[in-house]
């Protein structure tokens, strides 16, 4: 599957981009956390290969948070430091997603627009809750930073925040694997669950073989970084049990990429080239690092249009 030649394109595809989060905003994430992605907006601008990737592959949460965003008067561009998203699992199993913006707001001008437009927000608990755009509800946990997200996930994140449900602060895993990607330009970390599906899609037919059925109860979670300076740097950590288990988990990568190398040509060759695997004590690595022309070739070719659909 093309999936494979592309790699390191699908993790963006699926959920792009960040940078460290505050003190605000860590306390609003609940424990039972399945994904954090960010937007390090200030540094994203000063690359040209970052927007082009950002404007190719601008995931629809995003879309609709931007979309937020400008409703109430801001513009992502020079307002906002830092965009993250934030998905958790209920305690029914389903998921849910909020946003986070971070950077120095006029709260003064903000309620102007709302009182001049006659909108009056709801109280939960200690906070003010305000209609945003495409169906979103905002708050404010501090002058500096707000919450986007269905009226639900608000909710969750506010009882997170006032104590009537445990944090991230209790999930030590993804606070481990947050504190090794955390000052990228572009950084995410995912469960394990959340990391046994990713790593099904990304293997494509490889995932097929039951050296994966075996080892994919073993992926413990997975962590990537993205930095721009000196061409396009993509890191990915799958952390695993044992040193047994990411080495098969290793060679499972390897062989699907041995496969596609045989017939490679174009931008596949490059996307493959471009790519290195080891496993590294319980942890399988991966590695994709280009320059910024061979990347915006791979933007613009069928394959990418294929893998970040």
Not at 160 to 172: F, I, Q, V, Y
Not at 246 to 269: F, H, I, P, Q, R
Request: aromatic share 8%.
């Amino acid at each position: 599957m093309k999936r494979f030649l592309s790699f390191a394109i699908l993790f963006l595809a699926t959920g792009c981009m960040a940078a460290s989060l505050g003190t605000s905003a860590r306390a609003i994430i609940p424990s039972d956390v399945q994904q954090i992605i960010s937007v390090d907006y200030r540094t994203l601008e000063s690359s040209s290969t970052a927007m082009a990737l950002k404007d190719r592959v601008l995931p629809d949460n995003l879309k609709q948070f931007e979309t937020a965003l400008r409703g109430i008067g801001l513009n992502p561009d020079s307002d906002i430091d830092q965009l993250a998203f934030v998905s958790f699992r209920e305690k029914g199993g389903a998921v849910r997603v909020f946003g986070i913006a971070e950077g120095q707001f006029d709260t003064k001008k903000i309620m102007q627009r709302f009182t001049a437009r006659k909108v009056k927000p709801t109280k939960y608990r200690f906070s003010d809750l305000y209609p945003a755009s495409s169906g979103l509800q905002m708050a404010f946990l501090d002058p500096s930073t707000m919450i986007f997200g269905e009226t639900s996930a608000l909710k969750d994140a506010l009882d997170t925040r006032d104590g009537e449900s445990p944090s991230m602060n209790s999930n030590s895993q993804v606070g481990d694997m947050m504190n090794g990607v955390e000052r990228g330009t572009v950084w995410s970390v995912l469960d394990a669950i959340g990391t046994q599906n990713m790593m099904r899609t990304a293997l494509g037919d490889a995932a097929k073989l039951g050296d994966y059925e075996t080892v994919k109860k073993r992926l413990l979670g997975s962590r990537y970084t993205m930095n721009f300076s000196g061409g396009v740097n993509f890191d990915l950590d799958v952390f695993t049990p044992d040193s047994f288990s990411a080495g098969t988990l290793s060679a499972l990568v390897k062989a699907g990429m041995l496969y596609k190398k045989m017939g490679a040509t174009g931008v596949e060759k490059i996307a493959l080239e471009s790519m290195a695997v080891e496993s590294d004590g319980s942890r399988l690595r991966m590695q994709f690092k280009t320059d910024d022309n061979r990347f915006q070739s791979l933007l613009h070719s069928e394959l990418f249009a294929a893998v970040s659909k």
